[in-house]
């Protein structure tokens, strides 16, 4: 068995608007809060669309693994700004629950309907360690596919809108599946 890329997507934040537009038929009806979680959904909708997995997914057939660097500590940052500005009225309820590394996966979870594992992974520089643990989950058979990937820091003087975030993931499955989905096959390097 060998776990091969039959999806994979690159979307910075600058793009987000573009990214909507080809992601309208995909994505459901949802309110985004925060421009990562924003990010983050529509980035797999349009891997999950463009691989040609059924959305929504409604089964434990894919599992997700997110990768989340100091990006997440963005949305702590808007939440408390708002505390220190306005005091305790200044507290978000709506954006509180964003606050945590996990909320990114549930919100991709909840979107597509993906019951498999969802985990993050704190990284630094590369999603590197998250795709090797996808690979060795597909490995030991504890999923049939996965989504790994992750959200990146680009440039902290940026802003949003000229790129500050990166989104990458990777749609990988075992060979035998992929060929049986007639998936294109982007890499065979994970020997």
Known sequence: MRPVITGMIKISSDDIEYA????????????????????????????????????????NDISLFLGVDDSVEDIKDEYFNGILKEGVLGASPLLFPYTTPNSLAAQVTIAFDIRGE???????NTHRNVMEYAVECIDGKYTS????????????????????????????EEVGNAEKRGSK???YSWE
């Open 118 to 124: 969802s985990i993050t992974v704190p990284i630094k």
């Open 20 to 59: 909507m537009t080809r992601a309208k038929d995909i994505v459901r009806q949802m309110r985004f809060v925060n421009s990562l979680v924003q990010l983050t959904v529509v980035s797999i909708g349009i891997l999950l669309d463009e691989a040609k997995i059924n959305i929504p997914v409604g089964n």
């Open 145 to 172: 596919m996965a989504i790994a990937g992750g959200i990146r820091l680009k440039d902290k003087n940026l802003t949003i809108k000229d790129g500050r975030y990166m989104a990458e993931f990777f749609l990988l």
């Open 185 to 187: 096959i982007y890499n």
